[in-house]
T-cell receptor, first 111, second 114 residues
Framework: DAKTTQPTSMDCAEGRAANLPCNHS???????VYWYRQIHSQGPQYIIH???NNETNEMASLIITEDRKSSTLILPHATLRDTAVYYC????????????FGSGTQLTVLP | EAGVTQSPTHLIKTRGQQATLRCSPI?????VYWYQQALGLGLQFLLW???????NRGNFPPRFSGRQFPNYSSELNVNALELEDSALYLC?????????????FGSGTRLTVV
């Protein structure tokens, strides 16, 4: 699976949009981008995934660049409860192989 | 729909003992994955079971083992416990490869070795 690079930490003001970047320059054509988050000492939670088109759900939006080498997860109106470690993962669709979690980005939403 | 359930929530063992952790996947999910997360560290992949078979294991010694039962629930066994085995052990289930991707994690078992 392709490797991803994320900033170690980011801060965001409550109510503002949180934009979390991820680089995946070695992504293959059949690999999707997945985002999970882990709130302190809980199991990670799936957020969103995409292949090449921008995706939106009730939690977030995912913007993938045209060359697919990077993506941005957007939390449109961050709340204190969004404080968590956010993981960007690339993996082939339909693969049952385990997901590999990197170090992620610690997002801290400030009041 | 019930989520992934793990038991026990907390477990305290003495060095050298054995620990058994249990995981019940979401109904219909056949793949179960185990991860270890030591304090302040990332998730390290331990084991993957699908359809009752061990499909892959991470870089852990053989004293970490497990199995998957016919109802797809799973058990993780850690023998000869060492202090550094103290960690949060997370289980996830999925229908990966069968049209629905995305893991659902349990809340974990906090293992403390003293």
């Amino acid at each position: 699976d392709a490797k991803t690079t994320q900033p170690t930490s980011m801060d965001c003001a409550e109510g503002r949009a949180a934009n979390l970047p991820c680089n995946h320059s070695t992504i293959s054509g059949n690999e999707y981008v997945y985002w999970y988050r882990q709130i302190h000492s809980q199991g990670p939670q799936y957020i969103i995934h995409g292949l090449k088109n921008n995706e939106t759900n009730e939690m977030a939006s995912l913007i993938i660049t045209e060359d697919r080498k990077s993506s941005t997860l957007i939390l449109p109106h961050a709340t204190l409860r969004d404080t968590a470690v956010y993981y960007c993962i690339v993996s082939p669709w339909g693969s049952a192989r385990q997901l590999t979690f990197g170090s992620g980005t610690q997002l801290t939403v400030l009041p | 729909e019930a989520g992934v359930t793990q038991s026990p929530t907390h477990l305290i063992k003495t060095r050298g003992q054995q620990a058994t952790l249990r995981c019940s996947p979401i109904s219909g999910h056949t793949s179960v994955y185990w991860y270890q997360q030591a304090l302040g560290l990332g998730l390290q992949f331990l084991l993957w079971y699908d359809e009752g078979e061990e499909r892959n294991r991470g870089n852990f010694p053989p004293r970490f083992s497990g199995r998957q039962f016919p109802n797809y629930s799973s058990e993780l066994n850690v023998n000869a416990l060492e202090l550094e085995d103290s960690a949060l052990y997370l289980c996830a289930s999925s229908l990966a490869g069968k049209g629905n991707y995305g893991y659902t994690f349990g809340s974990g078992t906090r293992l403390t070795v003293v």
